[in-house]
């Protein structure tokens, strides 16, 4: 789903092959989606018959830059040194400055991201607020100060969490000075003076009080339910049933709404 912000408010919108759809506005109306049981590659468009890495067949998978391991492990990213599946991919994306951060997504996690990214990768996780806590050079170092941080922070969205509730009790600001006071002196000089949170509203009309199901397209074939809300990738229904989109990335559904 692409998102955009507008006054604190995240609005949503769908990409169905050509055809872009305002989510928001059909919050409160039933939708129905059928699997038609083909999945295609996001990247190169060829069939597949498992989704890789959320939309990739395998050799995309284990080939381009934008699958590698330091996608989800930053602190492995080697550009650096002059090692990438693609170095020129790597000076744009890699060896650009990153940001480490903290998000209130049920409760405080670390995470890393570029510039490029903010504010979507809290928008996708589903974050109440985040705040930048240090600025460095290249994704390796945002990475390993990532790590030493995991030590005092999770790094990983509670989704059932995240999507049960508004998390406002939360300080933000004070969990960002404790993980200078917490941070190996190495790492103090990333540190940025940074008071700006950033408050994120989503698009809920009622929070379910029990999450019943992640639903799984591929293995339902059929899905149909009111939808109450969206938060980070993740339809809300009247049922309590959640779906995760960025999840299914690649099928091929027919929708009606």
């Not at 004070?174 to 940074?194: G, I, M, S, T, W």
């Not at 990738?233 to 091929?252: A, C, P, T």
């Amino acid at each position: 789903m692409e998102t955009e912000i507008i006054n604190d408010s995240v609005n949503y919108t769908l990409l169905i092959g050509d055809e872009k759809i305002a989510l928001n506005d059909k919050i409160g109306s039933q939708i129905k989606i059928e699997y038609l049981e083909q999945i295609n590659c996001i990247h190169c468009g060829k069939k597949t018959k498992t989704s890789y890495a959320q939309g990739f067949c395998y050799k995309c998978f284990t080939t381009l830059p934008q699958t590698d391991r330091n996608i989800v492990s930053p602190e492995l990213d080697m550009a650096h040194l002059g090692i990438s599946r693609d170095m020129e991919w790597a000076k744009k994306v890699s060896l650009t400055k990153h940001y480490v951060y903290l998000a209130n997504t049920g409760e405080i996690k670390v995470g890393v991201t570029r510039q490029s990214q903010i504010p979507t990768r809290w928008i996708d996780q589903g974050a109440d607020s985040a705040i930048i806590i240090a600025e460095t050079p290249n994704r390796h170092i945002a990475g390993t100060l990532e790590i030493y941080l995991k030590r005092f922070f999770s790094d990983k969205t509670k989704w059932k969490n995240m999507l049960s509730q508004k998390n406002e009790n939360i300080d933000i600001l004070a969990e960002k000075e404790r993980a200078f006071k917490l941070v190996h002196p190495e790492f103090k000089q990333y540190f940025v003076d940074n008071s700006t949170v950033t408050n994120l509203n989503f698009p809920i009309k009622e929070y379910p009080e029990h999450i019943l199901q992640n639903i799984n397209i591929e293995k339902s074939k059929k899905y149909k339910g009111v939808l109450k809300g969206i938060k980070g990738q993740y339809l809300i229904f009247e049922s309590g049933d959640v779906l995760n989109i960025r999840k299914h990335g690649g099928f091929l559904v027919n929708i009606e709404l």
